[in-house]
């Protein structure tokens, strides 16, 4: 989390007025560095964050006292006295993400330092909106009882899915492949099932976060996330944060122009050209324009290219270029490290890297590294919960069960 920049003077003076502030500061400060680092000393947090060690040591207290630290044993070895170790207490709160997709419901609960406790994965009754917020509120209470706590002990929620959430509206729009779910207070009758404080979030902005967390961009400070599946979207870390936009739709590339398509035909208004074109029906769409015999699915065309089919081989080297068109056009704007491919289609790295590359270079004079997703359909997922963690952290803090 971040605490915030350099303080002025100014800042400086404030806080020397409000000295409840500075405490609340310090823990969140120590918190922060034992969720890291733990198990960790007290010296090594002193040193980590430049606190001396006896604001460190009351910090400790009061993160002890309110069970969002413990004691994890003492150091060994070396000479000299033993130290205290501290790491942060897993059962101090627990959260769920939950990824709501066209074909798939997966759900995780976890404790506040991160480890699933429970999974759970379903196919989505996507019929309406109410049949799959009842499955999302019994998928969700059945993990608390899997994990074996009462679901009051559950602090936050994630959910995400296809589509922009406006807050405002309580709405989420252009969500096509979930029947029902563009419905005004969509958001409330999610809260009303779960009854737990939630956050929603376009599940591509998730993958990136997940990647973030668990995956290839940790550590990387300016990445992007294209997603390319039944759909097609682009989650973007900028300067270590989410970019979410204006109105929250950056990321939306499948409405990017594509030469060669009608940008003028309603359903490309509605859908995005690219997102027709590079997605699962594009790959299918391609595969039946080059004589491939049916049944035809986006897996199956993948499959038939690892066995040499040259039909198969062609549409791979389209959706190539396709996919460079794309990377090319979001480098040349916000000129990512590293992009990642993810979803049924990106996840393919096999056989669309080494094309991929070879396109963009031919294409453009930004060349990030291009990756496949080790994370694969997992991604959202870590997302879910990655957000759900620090929310949960922060309210721990807002009811005022440390110095708040």
Known sequence: MDWGGPTTSGDRATIAGTPSLLRAINERTVLESVRHVGPVSRAQVSRDT????????????????????????????????????????PQAGWVVGIDVGRDWVRAAIADVTGQFVARRDERARVRSANTLITQIGAIAHGLAADAGIKWRQVTFATVGSPGVFEPERGQVALAYSLPGWGRQGLVELVHEELGTN?????????????????????????FVYLHLGTGVGMGMVLNGELYRGGSGAAGEVGYLPLAGTDTKDPSSLRRGPLDWAASATGVVAEATR?????????KRVF??????DRAAR????????????????????????????????????????????????QLSPFRP???????????????????????????????GEVSA
């Open 198 to 222: 939630i956050a929603f979030e376009n599940d591509v902005n998730l993958a990136a976060l997940g990647e973030q967390w668990r995956g290839l961009g940790k550590g990387v400070g300016n």
């Open 50 to 89: 430049a606190l001396s060690k006896p604001t460190v040591s009351l910090a400790l207290a009061a993160l002890v006292s309110a069970g969002l630290v413990r004691e994890a044993g003492r150091t060994s070895g070396g000479k000299g006295p033993t130290a205290v170790l501290y790491e942060l207490n």
């Open 369 to 399: 590294r291009v990756e496949a997703s080790s994370l694969r359909e997992e991604a959202t997922l870590y997302g879910t919960v990655s957000m759900a963690l620090a929310a949960a952290r922060d309210q721990l803090f807002a009811r």
């Open 314 to 361: 062609r549409v791979v080297a389209i959706e190539a270029r396709r996919i460079a068109l794309a990377i090319a056009a979001v480098a040349a704007v916000v000129d990512p490290e590293l992009v990642i491919l993810g979803g049924g289609i990106g996840s393919n790295g096999d056989l669309l890297l080494d094309p991929v590359v070879r396109e963009l270079h």
């Open 290 to 298: 080059l004589g491939m015999s049916p049944p035809i699915t986006a």
């Open 303 to 308: 499959e038939e290219a690892r066995k040499g």
